[in-house]
T-cell receptor, first 113, second 115 residues
């Protein structure tokens, strides 16, 4: 079946620290991979995506590379800010049905000044 | 950007009562809406897909008679948890898909606690 495994949080960092949130997946075929972010009191927002192997998604200083050989899509940022404090969800879609997402459990990130 | 409004943000109810959660697309028409739930320390899981004017499609293991979904208009979908029990306590999130641009927008979620 399809599933996403995310590293367990919470993650607490100081401002300007390097961030990695691990995400691995199980899926048949060639899924599209996503990272969503949920800021306090708001809905999930698409942060970045990659649709095929070796693609790198990037946005707001965050990056993730679609690694088919390791079935991974780890999220990284070189220098986090307090405003990056949020919950981050890794997700995949099989096929083209946008909306039928398989999510991980989410990782709470807190950045201290 | 497009906004999806979900209400209430949290609700506490007694066991055996019913609870309704609303999901509205505020500035676009959503032909399809999705309902997810997340139990503590578990993944966010898709419960059902609803298309405006037709019956919802439920994922395996989700009781359609317990989780009633109505999508009567292009801007509103409701999820009613009937005869709620403590094991239904969870975080419920809706999402709405735009028709033309094929984008997906999420509500902020509803935390349901059944006593």
């Amino acid at each position: 079946g399809n599933s996403v495994t995310q590293m367990e949080g919470p993650v607490t960092l100081s401002e300007e620290a390097f961030l990695t949130i691990n995400c691995t997946y199980t899926a048949t075929g060639y899924p599209s991979l996503f990272w969503y972010v949920q800021y306090p009191g708001e809905g999930l927002q698409l942060l970045l995506k990659a649709t095929k192997a070796d693609d790198k998604g990037s946005n707001k200083g965050f990056e993730a590379t679609y690694r088919k050989e390791t079935t991974s899509f780890h999220l990284e940022k070189g220098s986090v800010q307090v405003s990056d404090s949020a919950v981050y969800f890794c997700a995949l879609i099989r096929g083209s049905t946008l909306g039928r997402l398989y999510f991980g459990r989410g990782t709470q990130l807190t950045v201290w000044p | 950007g497009a906004v999806v409004s979900q209400h209430p943000s949290w609700v506490i109810c007694k066991s055996g009562t019913s609870v309704k959660i609303e999901c509205r697309s505020l500035d676009f028409q959503a032909t399809t809406m999705f309902w997810y739930r997340q139990f503590p320390k578990q993944s966010l899981m898709l419960m059902a897909t609803s298309n405006e004017g037709s019956k919802a499609t439920y994922e395996q293991g989700v009781e359609k008679d317990k989780f009633l979904i109505n999508h009567a208009s292009l801007t509103l979908s409701t999820l009613t948890v009937t005869s709620a029990h403590p094991e239904d306590s969870s975080f419920y999130i809706c999402s709405a898909r735009t028709g033309v641009a094929e984008k997906l927008f999420f509500g902020s979620g509803t935390q349901l606690s059944v006593l």
